[in-house]
């Protein structure tokens, strides 16, 4: 299968796998309390970091995905930082908030080209649909902003197969095309499979980005009841309980027995799962050079449509 191809119905080449820098940046003050720092095991630095972009785009991997909330502006600020001077493509994401307003968008848009030094966003994303936001009157602005040539594709985060319809529409009005939506998906959480969402990403031609793609780690077989992983949410939410790890160790006995074949990790195999499905595209987070090195590693080979299926069959309890 091709490395590399466009985002959605969008003018973007992307390659098949992307890198998550939700836990990248120096966060100061309070945002050193925001979950992207506390809640998923801490960061390595910026020297990891580098290492880390540095790593991912000698592999061919050069879409990296941020947010302006993460760590209050900090990840977006050290990923401009690393990002400067090179071939790196940019998706960020503005934040639904209780009470932002739909004209604010090019406020929102100016703060985060001025933290990432650029000139414009290769992929600017909704991240989270809110209820006092009209989707037409939002997909309009970002419509505005394209136009304005300060973002090259848009894409939402979170939303439902209805309301990816509601924004695909809208912006179809422009005749923009919506390019993506990043939902959490992997082979412990293929609920995009049942919601409708998957579907209606298939049917109207728009990317599905694949969020926390080895399941927060889990995925990568180095996690276990007796080996639990650190941070506050990993401590506290269901799926990464004692019971949790121990039902999932099958998968990991499988990614294994899989992945013996082609000498490749856990990891690989369960984000090569995903990239076998020509609509989706995983963005697994990477705190340092190895784990972006290891990550991207996942484009350098193929499963067989038996083994797809066998890893499907497997995971069918997380397919609710
Ligand atoms: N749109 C949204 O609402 C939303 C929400 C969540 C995430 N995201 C995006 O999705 C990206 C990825 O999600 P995620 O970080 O939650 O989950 P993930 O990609 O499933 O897991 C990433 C974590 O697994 C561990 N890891 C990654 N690669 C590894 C490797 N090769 N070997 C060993 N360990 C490895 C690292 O943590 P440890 O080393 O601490 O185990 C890393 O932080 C984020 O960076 C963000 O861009 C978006």
Same mark, same amino acid.
């Given at each position: 299968?091709?490395?590399?191809?466009?985002?959605?119905?969008?003018?973007?080449?992307?390659?098949?796998?992307?890198?998550?820098?939700?836990?990248?940046g120096d966060a100061k003050g309070l945002?050193?309390?925001?979950?992207?720092?506390?809640?998923?095991?801490?960061?390595?630095?910026?020297?990891?970091?580098?290492?880390?972009?540095?790593?991912?785009?000698?592999?061919?991997?050069?879409?990296?995905?941020?947010?302006?909330?993460?760590?209050?502006?900090?990840?977006?600020?050290?990923?401009?930082?690393?990002?400067?001077?090179?071939?790196?493509?940019?998706?960020?994401?503005?934040?639904?908030?209780?009470?932002?307003?739909?004209?604010?968008?090019?406020?929102?848009?100016?703060?985060?080209?001025?933290?990432?030094?650029?000139?414009?966003?290769?992929?600017?994303?909704?991240?989270?649909?809110?209820?006092?936001? /009209?989707?037409?009157?939002?997909?309009?602005?970002?419509?505005?902003?394209?136009?304005?040539?300060?973002?090259?594709?848009?894409?939402?985060?979170?939303?439902?197969?209805?309301?990816?319809?509601?924004?695909?529409?809208?912006?179809?009005?422009?005749?923009?095309?919506?390019?993506?939506?990043?939902?959490?998906?992997?082979?412990?959480?293929?609920?995009?499979?049942?919601?409708?969402?998957?579907?209606?990403?298939?049917?109207?031609?728009?990317?599905?980005?694949?969020?926390?793609?080895?399941?927060?780690?889990?995925?990568?077989?180095?996690?276990?009841?007796?080996?639990?992983?650190?941070?506050?949410?990993?401590?506290?939410?269901?799926?990464?309980?004692?019971?949790?790890?121990?039902?999932?160790?099958?998968?990991?006995?499988?990614?294994?027995?899989?992945?013996?074949?082609?000498?490749?990790?856990?990891?690989?195999?369960?984000?090569?799962?995903?990239?076998?499905?020509?609509?989706?595209?995983?963005?697994?987070?990477?705190?340092?050079?190895?784990?972006?090195?290891?990550?991207?590693?996942?484009?350098?080979?193929?499963?067989?449509?038996?083994?797809?299926?066998?890893? /499907?069959?497997?995971?069918?309890?997380?397919?609710?």
């Amino acid at each position: 299968m091709e490395h590399k191809t466009f985002l959605g119905k969008s003018n973007l080449r992307v390659p098949r796998l992307g890198v998550g820098a939700m836990t990248w940046g120096d966060a100061k003050g309070l945002a050193r309390l925001h979950p992207a720092k506390t809640a998923y095991g801490g960061a390595h630095g910026f020297e990891e970091e580098k290492r880390a972009l540095e790593f991912s785009l000698e592999a061919g991997v050069n879409l990296f995905d941020t947010a302006a909330m993460y760590s209050n502006g900090a990840a977006e600020l050290r990923l401009g930082e690393l990002a400067r001077g090179k071939d790196v493509i940019i998706a960020t994401k503005f934040p639904g908030g209780f009470s932002m307003k739909e004209e604010e968008l090019p406020k929102q848009l100016e703060a985060s080209l001025k933290r990432l030094g650029r000139e414009y966003i290769e992929l600017y994303q909704h991240h989270y649909p809110m209820p006092k936001i /009209s989707i037409p009157k939002l997909m309009d602005q970002l419509a505005n902003v394209v136009e304005a040539g300060k973002v090259k594709a848009v894409g939402v985060s979170n939303y439902s197969a209805e309301q990816l319809r509601e924004a695909h529409a809208a912006l179809a009005k422009r005749g923009i095309p919506l390019a993506s939506n990043q939902v959490e998906y992997s082979l412990l959480n293929r609920k995009p499979e049942v919601d409708g969402v998957l579907e209606a990403c298939r049917e109207l031609g728009i990317t599905l980005i694949a969020q926390t793609p080895l399941a927060g780690g889990r995925l990568t077989g180095k996690y276990s009841a007796q080996n639990r992983a650190g941070g506050l949410f990993r401590r506290i939410l269901p799926q990464y309980s004692r019971k949790a790890m121990e039902e999932m160790q099958p998968v990991i006995k499988l990614l294994r027995e899989i992945g013996e074949k082609y000498s490749k990790t856990p990891s690989q195999v369960a984000l090569r799962w995903l990239i076998e499905n020509p609509a989706v595209l995983p963005i697994p987070g990477a705190k340092n050079g190895k784990q972006a090195a290891d990550n991207a590693e996942a484009l350098t080979f193929s499963l067989t449509a038996e083994e797809v299926q066998r890893l /499907s069959q497997a995971t069918m309890a997380w397919r609710k």
